[in-house]
Structure formats: C-alpha cells, structure tokens
C-alpha cells in the first residue's frame, strides 16, 4: 500500500473523519483519526503492520513495544510479522513504564511503534522505558503520521502515510467561525 491507499483505507473503514471536531486535548480540528475502526478488522490490521514491520527488515528486532491502548494492537502485529515479543507500556501515576510482568533484558533489540504519531510525545516515554531497561532502540513506527512529518527522534522513523492536521483553539477556530458547530471526538458524525 502506498501512503494515499492507507489514507483511503482509514477513509473506507471511518478511522479517518473529515469535519469539525473537538479533540480531547479541548483544541479543535477539520481531521479525526480514529485507528480503532481500521484495526478492528484482523485483516486491514495484519496487512498495514506486516508493511511496517518490513521497514525494519534487517535491523534485528528482538520485541516490539507499544504504549497502551492505540499502540497494543500495533505492536502485537508488527511483532506476529517480525516473529518476536510484542509488548506494551502503560502509566502508573502518570509515568510510562512496563507493568504486569513484562521485562526488557539489556542489550534486546527494541523497536517502539504506536498507531499514529503527532508530536511523538507518548513514543518518547516508550523510547524512555526500554532505554532505562539496558534496551537498544532501533527504530520508531507508526501506520500514520498526523503531524506533518514534525516529530524528529534519534533513530530511524517509518511511517505509513503523513497527515498535516491543523489544530485550532476554539476562539481562533475557522470553523467555528464559519458557523458549524464542533463534534466531540470519538462520538459519531
Ligand atoms: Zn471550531
């Protein structure tokens, strides 16, 4: 799939809105992404994450780690593609780290993926964990980025297909302005 067939993919399967919506970051957008709807059918998530796990063909990956929710399904995909340990971290009063009995020896080859990437904030504490574990970070993957390409990490960056999505504080919105109301995101359009 080239970056426009995951776009149309995300479309087809309304993981991806186009309208007027109110993030939960409270800044509104023209663009909703939601990956859950793509990656509810096993196929679409299948075929989008074995495309992501053959970027790193030939970096060794030994676990593929993710940060709870939007990056479990992810990284379990890219590991069943890899043939390596899937992972996820997840915060514990507010701090990213592994839990339920997860474990990165040192020197594991680690790769982080996440479902969509914007500024890569959650990624970063993901890198955080396996780098305080001894684990060697290869890469960072993503089956979209909606920052524009913005987010610059230290290692490798693969991503499937790249949104520049504008965000809006409500007063400076124009969409807003033009009238249209704004629809919280995650209920329907
Ligand atoms: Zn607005």
């Known amino acids: 799939m080239n970056p426009a067939e995951v776009l149309e993919l995300y479309e087809a399967t309304g993981g991806l809105l186009r ?19 793509v990656l509810q059918r096993p196929e679409h998530a299948e075929s989008l994450c074995r495309q992501l796990a053959l970027a790193f063909n030939g970096d060794r990956v030994q676990a593929v780690i993710g940060p709870a929710l939007g990056g479990i399904l992810v990284a379990h995909e ?13 915060r514990e009063d507010g701090v990213m780290r592994l839990r339920r009995g997860f474990a990165i020896a040192a020197g594991t080859r680690c790769l982080v993926v ?42 490798k960056k693969v991503t499937l297909a790249t949104l520049s999505v504008p965000t809006y504080r409500p007063e400076e919105c124009p969409l807003c302005r033009s009238g249209s109301p704004a629809v919280k995101s995650g209920s329907r359009k």
């Open 114 to 155: 996440e479902d969509v990437i914007t500024t890569g904030g959650s990624t970063r504490e993901v890198m955080r964990v396996v780098e305080e574990a001894g684990g060697i970070l290869v890469g960072v993957g993503a089956l979209i980025d909606r920052g524009g390409g913005s987010a610059a990490f230290p290692v």
């Open 78 to 90: 890219v590991a069943r593609a890899i043939g390596c340990r899937a992972l996820f971290a997840e």
């Open 19 to 37: 309208g007027h919506f109110l993030l939960t970051s409270g800044l509104h957008s023209d663009t909703y992404l939601q990956s859950a709807l």
